[in-house]
């Protein structure tokens, strides 16, 4: 494994022995470098390895839906690690009180763990890695570049990073080592993770949109490769057409490598411009936002916007605004505008919602509340809580982007949104039949497809 995924937590370098990967972002058993160097390193002293992964009640806006989601991947990420000899621990509470006191009772000589640039995971690493005498390295399994490698600051739009990440793709672009099977034995009382009680602490009884686990995520990803990817880059703007890959709920919650989906897009056949733009979103513009939650503490609220961005809500902060609703009118989705209901509705029913509608809600919203300030925790809000693939840097972003112009430049001036890029129905209308949009979310809601 390339040592410019790693970066020591508490200073100290990585020392080969029995080790230990607390596996929390990239919860999968394939294509997975923090696991791969968790057994580098073990083999390395003829020593062995384990997985550990730590159900903490902290996440921000998880509720049982990502939760069960979660577990249910989970179970298949377990079975596929005991089918190589590594065992699986499963704990249950806050990471800093539960993991350190699992590592020195196992003894362990280095503690491993992934990469996750929002504020409450990093600083769940930060407290396991003080409270620990042994090195805390945190592997970079998600981004195809290393996110702390590829910038040291924060970047100011995709055309910034995009250089940066084409100058060393080849050298991480690469296949994946296969896992080989342990053959040395971690501990001779391994505990059986205990599903009942982590199901128990997050009941939901609901469907759910697509199926959980590596499986249905590189299924997914093959019928996009062989079906879709050719029409991608004339369809996925249009919310009428599946153009779209739908991996990001299987990318949040890290059951398939964004990497793989890279090199497996790339090896598929199909036209160079499809391809292209999809490793444009995949690499691009997803490590971007990895980019900027890392490197900008504000990354949850309108204050971690440019300079200009603030400038100009700021001029139009009182302008009249023709509708202000309040947060539960949009989660209910009862706004005047059948286009934006439907897209709230398709999100609530279905958990996801269109990439291009994405944009259209998040800005709208900004239209019809009384401050940005109120328009960016209602998007955040309701993307985290009712998205499966929300409370993620791409969420960050996205909401940053559409009522805080992160990553976009300034555009003509116009009430309420000064200079921030506006979008509008007519606008929907010439890309695409917002009829036939708000005819499929109805069809839905009366339990069609
Ligand atoms: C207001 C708003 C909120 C958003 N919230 C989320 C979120 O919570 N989680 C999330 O993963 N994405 C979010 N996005 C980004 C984007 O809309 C989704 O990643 C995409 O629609 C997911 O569908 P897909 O996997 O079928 O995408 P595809 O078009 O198939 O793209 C493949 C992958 O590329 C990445 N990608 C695509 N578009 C973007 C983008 N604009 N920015 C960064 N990465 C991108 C994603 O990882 C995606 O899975 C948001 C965008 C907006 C405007």
Same mark, same amino acid.
């Given at each position: 494994?390339?040592? @410019?995924?790693?970066?020591?937590?508490?200073?100290?370098?990585?020392?080969?022995?029995?080790?230990?990967?607390?596996?929390?972002?990239?919860?999968? &058993?394939?294509?997975?470098?923090?696991?791969?160097?968790?057994?580098?390193?073990?083999?390395?002293?003829?020593?062995?390895?384990?997985?550990?992964?730590?159900?903490?009640?902290?996440?921000?806006?998880?509720?049982?839906?990502?939760?069960?989601?979660?577990?249910?991947?989970?179970?298949?990420?377990?079975?596929?690690?005991?089918?190589?000899?590594?065992?699986?621990?499963?704990?249950?509470?806050?990471?800093?009180?539960?993991?350190?006191? *699992?590592?020195?009772?196992?003894?362990?000589?280095?503690?491993?763990?992934?990469?996750?640039?929002?504020?409450?995971?990093?600083?769940?690493?930060?407290? $396991?890695?003080?409270?620990?005498?042994?090195?805390?390295?945190?592997?970079?399994?998600?981004?195809?570049?290393?996110?702390?490698? $590829?910038?040291?600051?924060?970047?100011?739009?995709?055309?910034?990073?995009?250089?940066?990440?084409?100058?060393?793709?080849?050298?991480?672009?690469?296949?994946?080592?296969?896992?080989?099977?342990?053959?040395?034995?971690?501990?001779?009382?391994?505990?059986?993770?205990?599903?009942?009680?982590?199901?128990?602490?997050?009941?939901?009884?609901?469907?759910?949109?697509? $199926?959980?686990?590596?499986?249905?995520?590189?299924?997914?990803?093959?019928?996009? &490769?062989?079906?879709?990817?050719?029409?991608?880059?004339?369809?996925?703007?249009?919310?009428?057409?599946?153009?779209?890959?739908?991996?990001?709920?299987? *990318?949040?919650?890290?059951?398939?490598?964004?990497?793989?989906?890279?090199?497996? $897009?790339?090896?598929?056949?199909?036209?160079?411009?499809?391809?292209?733009?999809?490793?444009?979103?995949?690499?691009?513009?997803?490590?971007?936002?990895?980019?900027?939650?890392?490197?900008?503490?504000?990354?949850?609220?309108?204050?971690?916007?440019?300079?200009?961005?603030?400038?100009?809500?700021?001029?139009? /902060?009182?302008?009249? @605004?023709?509708?202000?609703?309040?947060?539960?009118?949009?989660?209910?989705?009862? +706004?005047?505008?059948?286009?934006?209901?439907?897209?709230?509705?398709?999100? @609530?029913?279905?958990? /996801?919602?269109?990439?291009?509608?994405?944009?259209?809600?998040?800005?709208?919203?900004?239209?019809? +509340?009384?401050?940005?300030?109120?328009?960016?925790?209602?998007?955040?809000?309701?993307?985290?809580?009712?998205?499966?693939?929300? /409370?993620?840097?791409?969420?960050?972003?996205?909401?940053?982007?559409?009522?805080?112009?992160?990553?976009? /430049?300034?555009?003509?001036?116009?009430?309420?949104?000064?200079?921030? @890029?506006?979008?509008?129905?007519?606008?929907?209308?010439?890309?695409?039949?917002?009829?036939?949009?708000?005819?499929?979310?109805?069809?839905?809601?009366?339990?069609?497809?």
């Amino acid at each position: 494994m390339d040592i @410019r995924r790693t970066f020591s937590l508490n200073g100290r370098p990585a020392k080969a022995g029995k080790t230990i990967y607390w596996m929390s972002r990239d919860q999968r &058993a394939k294509d997975n470098w923090a696991l791969i160097y968790a057994a580098e390193l073990a083999m390395a002293a003829d020593s062995a390895f384990a997985v550990l992964f730590c159900l903490s009640p902290d996440f921000p806006n998880g509720n049982s839906f990502h939760y069960r989601f979660m577990i249910n991947g989970l179970k298949e990420t377990a079975q596929e690690l005991e089918a190589l000899n590594i065992p699986f621990y499963l704990l249950i509470g806050r990471p800093h009180e539960k993991i350190p006191e *699992f590592v020195r009772q196992h003894k362990a000589d280095t503690l491993i763990c992934d990469f996750m640039p929002l504020k409450v995971p990093m600083a769940w690493r930060a407290d $396991v890695a003080a409270a620990l005498d042994i090195p805390v390295i945190e592997v970079d399994a998600h981004n195809v570049v290393p996110c702390r490698f $590829v910038s040291q600051k924060q970047e100011y739009a995709a055309r910034t990073i995009r250089p940066k990440i084409h100058r060393v793709l080849g050298d991480f672009l690469t296949e994946f080592p296969k896992m080989q099977k342990q053959t040395t034995v971690f501990s001779e009382n391994i505990q059986k993770p205990d599903w009942a009680r982590a199901e128990a602490l997050y009941s939901y009884s609901g469907a759910f949109p697509i $199926v959980s686990g590596a499986k249905a995520a590189m299924e997914t990803l093959r019928e996009f &490769a062989d079906e879709k990817l050719s029409c991608y880059d004339e369809k996925r703007n249009n919310p009428n057409f599946d153009a779209q890959s739908m991996m990001s709920p299987y *990318f949040h919650f890290g059951q398939v490598a964004p990497q793989r989906a890279a090199l497996d $897009v790339m090896k598929a056949d199909a036209p160079d411009e499809d391809k292209d733009a999809y490793i444009e979103e995949l690499i691009i513009r997803r490590e971007l936002s990895d980019n900027y939650c890392l490197y900008n503490p504000e990354y949850d609220s309108i204050d971690g916007a440019d300079k200009w961005a603030l400038k100009t809500l700021d001029e139009h /902060r009182n302008d009249r @605004r023709e509708y202000i609703y309040p947060y539960e009118a949009f989660e209910t989705a009862q +706004t005047h505008d059948t286009l934006w209901n439907a897209a709230q509705m398709q999100m @609530r029913l279905t958990g /996801r919602m269109h990439g291009y509608m994405r944009m259209y809600w998040a800005k709208k919203i900004l239209e019809w +509340t009384e401050s940005p300030e109120d328009a960016f925790r209602y998007a955040l809000l309701l993307n985290d809580t009712y998205a499966l693939d929300g /409370r993620d840097p791409n969420g960050y972003v996205g909401v940053a982007w559409s009522v805080a112009g992160v990553h976009d /430049r300034a555009w003509t001036e116009r009430p309420v949104y000064g200079k921030i @890029r506006y979008m509008n129905r007519n606008g929907c209308r010439s890309k695409f039949d917002v009829d036939g949009y708000i005819r499929k979310i109805e069809n839905i809601k009366k339990g069609g497809v």
